[in-house]
Structures are given as structure tokens and as C-alpha cells.
Nanobody, 124 residues
Framework: QVQLVESGGGLVQAGGSLRLSCAAS????????MGWFRQAPGKEREFVAA????????YYADSVKGRFTCSRDNAKNTVYLQMNSLKPEDTAVYYC?????????????????WGQGTQVTVSS
């Protein structure tokens, strides 16, 4: 079992930055690929970013490519999402998730463990 706790959300003006953190406890963090997803009101949960177990491979949704950076520190059992040049359409609850599978995935159904989410609100 892995417990995931997100932090770092908040209210920011368009063009600003936030860094989300996701702290993991439980089984060996480095055994899990990690993903970030988001869900805006009235919309389905969507993929944002994913990072491989060792951090050497990352995937990004087209909507955030070039603005968001996903990283991890396995020594601290933490994954990060640095969000720059934020836009109002980035407003959502952001979730981190852990995947025990061997293939890095952008599909939410592949992820086994989920955090409770953190709200990000970008004002125009």
C-alpha cells in the first residue's frame, strides 16, 4: 500500500507559477512510476504528466508541454510538478498517482494509488 499526499496548490494569477509536491509513504517509492492528473469542474479527469521510476523518462500532455515540469526525488519519496506560465484553463484539482506497472502510462486506469488532490486556481 502507498499513501500519497499532495500539497502546494493555491490561488495564483495568470502567468504565475506554483510547485506541487506529492509525498509518498508505504512501500518503496522508487518502485512506482508517478503521474499527475487534474480534474476541472464538470470535466473528466485528464492526464497532465508522468515520470518513470528512476526519473529518466517523462511524458506531458500537449496542453502543458513547455510550461510544466515533472521531477522526483526518490531519496525524499516525493514527486513534484513545477507549473509555470499558468493559465485560467489550468484551474483544477490536481492529483498525483502511483503506478506499479512496468510501462509508463498516461491512462488513469493504470494507476493503483491516488492522493486526495490539491486545488489550483488561476485567476485571469
Amino acid at each position: 500500500q502507498v499513501q500519497l499526499v499532495e500539497s502546494g496548490g493555491g490561488l495564483v494569477q495568470a502567468g504565475g507559477s506554483l510547485r506541487l509536491s506529492c509525498a509518498a509513504s508505504g512501500r518503496t517509492f522508487s518502485s512506482y512510476a508517478m503521474g499527475w492528473f487534474r480534474q476541472a469542474p464538470g470535466k473528466e479527469r485528464e492526464f497532465v504528466a508522468a515520470i518513470s521510476r528512476g526519473g529518466g523518462t517523462t511524458y506531458y500532455a500537449d496542453s502543458v508541454k513547455g510550461r510544466f515540469t515533472c521531477s522526483r526525488d526518490n531519496a525524499k519519496n516525493t514527486v513534484y510538478l513545477q507549473m509555470n506560465s499558468l493559465k485560467p484553463e489550468d484551474t483544477a484539482v490536481y492529483y498525483c498517482a502511483g503506478d506499479s506497472g512496468t510501462i509508463l502510462s498516461m491512462r488513469s486506469s493504470r494507476y493503483d494509488y491516488w492522493g486526495q488532490g490539491t486545488q489550483v486556481t488561476v485567476s485571469s
